[in-house]
């Protein structure tokens, strides 16, 4: 059964930083590109940033470039997410999702539960 | 960046009735675009994929049509289960853009 976890959200203060951990399970994590994607309270989707099978391409959303990294381990098939100089509007619900393994730019098949990250003095 | 736009943001029906929510996209995708339901507390879940091919496990009273820049989900006949929101995505472009979401609602 495929399974993503989340964790390593919480309170921080603006100007902080905070890393999120997404554990995978079931399924060949190294063969996969994997995404993060954020929801800010009552609010839709909004896709944060992706990273390719080796790491090799990395992308992210313009509202996030310069101060959040995404990275892998695919020995520990593990995705992080390294959250630097956060502002109050980066609070949200921060979900790793999984790219269907079709090749080329694809859907997102499975989801984690995702982790609570709440920024605010 | 591509946005894409849903129509209705919020729709009030009924168990049985048939339902359809519209999404457009600022410039052609091809087919490239998916359909998630999501429902309160609970992460998205796929749909469709590739604009009209139904995710494994789907109900089939979900369908998916279109292309370019226009597509629309239609529920052909709403369930108790269905009451959610449902969200589009492009993914013709590295910056998958979703659209804002419509809101299904009981009636």
């Known amino acids: 059964e495929v399974q993503l976890v989340e964790s390593g959200g919480g309170l921080v203060k603006p100007g902080g930083s905070l890393r999120l951990s997404c554990a995978a399970s079931g399924f060949t994590f190294s063969s996969y590109t994997m995404n993060w994607v954020r929801q800010a309270p009552g609010k839709g989707l909004e896709w944060v940033s992706s990273?390719?099978?080796?790491?090799?391409?990395?992308y992210s959303a313009d509202s996030v470039k310069g101060r959040f990294t995404i990275s892998r381990d695919n020995a520990k098939n593990s995705l992080f997410l390294l959250m630097d100089s956060l502002r109050v509007e980066d609070t949200a619900v921060y979900y790793c999702?999984?790219?269907?393994?079709?090749?080329?730019?694809?859907?997102?098949?499975?989801w984690g539960q995702g982790t609570l990250v709440t920024v605010s003095s | 960046d591509i946005q894409m736009t849903q129509s209705p943001s919020t729709l009030s029906a009924s168990v049985g009735d048939r339902v359809t929510i519209t999404c457009r996209a600022s410039?052609?995708?091809?087919?490239?675009l998916a359909w998630y339901q999501q429902k309160p507390g609970k992460a998205p879940k796929l749909l469709i994929y590739?604009?009209?091919s139904l995710e494994s496990g789907v109900p089939s009273r979900f369908s998916g049509s279109g292309s370019g820049t226009e597509f629309t989900l239609t529920i052909s006949s709403l369930q108790p289960d269905d009451f959610a929101t449902y969200y589009c995505?492009?993914?013709?472009?590295?910056?998958?853009?979703f659209g804002q979401g419509t809101k299904v609602e009981i009636k």
């Open positions: 990273i390719s099978r080796s790491s090799s391409d990395i």
């Open positions: 995505q492009q993914y013709n472009s590295y910056s998958r853009t």
């Open positions: 999702a999984r790219e269907t393994a079709a090749g080329g730019l694809q859907n997102f098949d499975y």
């Open positions: 410039q052609s995708i091809s087919v490239w």
């Open positions: 590739r604009a009209s």
